[in-house]
């Protein structure tokens, strides 16, 4: 049975950093993309950052400089680092794994950037 589940969120303040982490089990972790999304109430969910099975990154245009996604394949984790965190950051953040036709969601954790 395949659990992806996300932790790390919490309330931060502008400027400030959170390191999020998303462990998947129940799946071979090296062979798929692993992805963040992160989704406001009202708004589409929105793709920040993701990260291929080669170690291949992308970014969102609001987030490039700002958030480093890495893996790490014997944890069968990824993380998602996000420095110089703006309130526009306050959002769910979901970890999502992806290959081919097999698509898997975590639970999401909140994100709150705010004084």
């Known amino acids: 049975q395949v659990q992806v589940v996300e932790s790390g969120g919490g309330l931060v303040q502008p400027g400030g950093s959170l390191r999020l982490s998303c462990v998947a089990s129940?799946?071979?972790?090296?062979?798929?993309?692993m992805r963040w999304y992160r989704q406001t109430p009202g708004k589409q969910r929105e793709l920040v950052a993701d990260?291929?099975?080669?170690?291949?990154?992308h970014y969102a245009d609001s987030t490039k400089g700002r958030f480093t996604i890495s893996r790490d394949n014997a944890k069968n984790t990824v993380y998602l680092q996000m420095n110089s965190l703006k309130p526009e950051d306050t959002a769910v953040y979901y970890c999502?794994?992806?290959?081919?036709?097999?698509?898997?969601w975590g639970q999401g954790t909140q994100v709150t950037v705010s004084s």
């Open positions: 999502n794994a992806i290959r081919g036709p097999l698509v898997y």
């Open positions: 129940g799946m071979m972790f090296s062979s798929y993309v």
């Open positions: 990260i291929g099975s080669a170690g291949n990154t």
